[in-house]
């Protein structure tokens, strides 16, 4: 289980989540409970991840990945668009 003391939240993600009405605790709950839909080995500084998870009735997405000192950096957090996701919001629409 991730903490609140485990999390580097970024800049550009804090933002988001302030537009969006997304809170730690909702990241929380994302991370933990949530299921990884995408890879991104090749990000930098770090591989990333993007983290489907529900809060409530509502889909939020998390990008994050994991430092070298074991931290989980939140990249930016969303709630996925039906025009650009499948009806599950696991794929992305072609």
């Known amino acids: 289980m991730i903490s609140r003391?485990?999390?580097?939240?970024r800049l550009h993600a804090a933002q988001r989540m302030l537009e969006r009405n997304v809170s730690v605790t909702d990241v929380l709950a994302v991370l933990n409970?949530?299921?990884t839909i995408e890879d991104y080995p090749d990000d930098t500084p770090f591989p990333s991840r993007l983290i489907l998870g529900w809060v409530g009735q509502r889909p939020v997405h998390v990008v994050s990945?994991?430092?070298?000192t074991g931290?989980?950096?939140?990249i930016t957090v969303y709630e996925p668009s039906p025009e650009e996701w499948d009806n599950t919001f696991?794929?992305?629409r072609t």
């Open 5 to 9: 003391e485990q999390l580097d939240i």
């Open 90 to 92: 696991h794929g992305r």
């Open 33 to 35: 409970g949530g299921e």
């Open 65 to 68: 990945a994991t430092s070298t």
């Open 71 to 74: 931290r989980t950096v939140i």
